[in-house]
């Protein structure tokens, strides 16, 4: 049975929003070391991992929809508060808010966590700086069997509101490291057993290529670089081989997500031998 709620939190000024208003910005969130996880499958994959959900805002008509997770955080200890329509569109990041939304902690992991030799396949993001790339970037890596995305010290925040959405609750499945350096992430996957390839659209050898060399078979790491310019030159010098995405057609290239699906796909069927 769903339990009832409490009063109603109805002002915009209050201190808990303010707080939690306050996680839409980076340095804030870093001091609270928790971010914003809005809609109920985000709030439901949150739960899932026991311990990260702290609050929970749902305003009275979503409690009617969403009770059994409303039921699940205050099982969890989470301190759950109903809010009206004008604090949930305060809060929320989307134009259309569906009436739930959780303060979670930071769920991301030391380098030490993925670059271990049970690794097969890891991604590394090196100066990318859109949210919703990188997030769908994540969520790929996720759907493909990865073990860990890892965000270089010069990427985007994957607590950004934008990114977390765009991961459709996979930065709550797989290991994420963030604010590592891009050479000594290299350094420590490659001491692992990975071998790293650079995805760059100029590369002399493309995957078609590369996968009768048996270079997707073995652990991997993949380094994809920023959308608009790609992996400076001393970046690339990092990874063992790089490697372009064959064009077939006559698109001039592929988006950064475009891209990472096809590489990561292509590790994930080499490495399960089909």
């Known amino acids: 049975m769903t339990e009832p709620l409490g009063p109603e939190l109805t002002s915009i000024r209050s201190p808990r929003v303010k707080a939690a208003r306050q996680l839409s910005k980076r340095a804030l969130r870093l001091r609270a070391r928790s971010f914003l996880a809005e809609g109920p499958q985000a709030v439901a994959e949150a739960l899932a991992c026991d311990g990260v959900v ?29 809010v009206s329509g ?15 939304l959780a303060v979670c ?38 759907a493909a069997g990865a073990d860990g995305v890892i965000f270089s010290d010069a990427s985007v925040d994957p607590y950004n509101s934008k990114c977390v959405r765009a991961t459709a609750g996979s930065i709550f499945h797989l290991p994420v490291v963030v604010g590592t350096p891009v050479a000594a992430t290299v350094a420590a996957l490659r001491e692992a057993g990975m071998r790293v390839l650079a995805a760059d659209g100029r590369a002399g050898q493309s995957l078609d290529e590369a996968g009768p060399r048996g270079l997707l078979s073995g652990p991997t790491a993949w380094l994809f670089g920023n ?48």
């Open 54 to 82: 702290s609050q929970v805002y749902v305003t009275a008509a979503a409690h009617g929809r969403f009770g059994r997770l409303i039921d699940q955080a205050t099982q969890q200890g989470a301190a759950v508060q109903a």
């Open 86 to 100: 004008d604090v949930m569109a305060e809060l929320a990041q989307t134009i259309t808010p569906q009436g739930v």
């Open 105 to 142: 902690r930071f769920v991301d992991v030391p380098l030490a966590r993925v670059a271990v030799a049970a690794s097969r396949l890891v991604v590394i993001l090196a100066n990318v700086r859109d949210p919703g790339n990188a997030g769908t970037v994540l969520r790929t890596a996720d």
């Open 227 to 274: 959308e608009a310019w790609g992996l400076p030159a001393d970046v690339l010098a990092l990874a063992d081989e790089a490697v372009a995405v064959p064009i077939y057609g006559q698109a001039e290239s592929l988006n950064l997500a475009a891209a990472a699906a096809v590489c990561l796909y292509a590790s994930a069927r080499a490495q399960r031998g089909q």
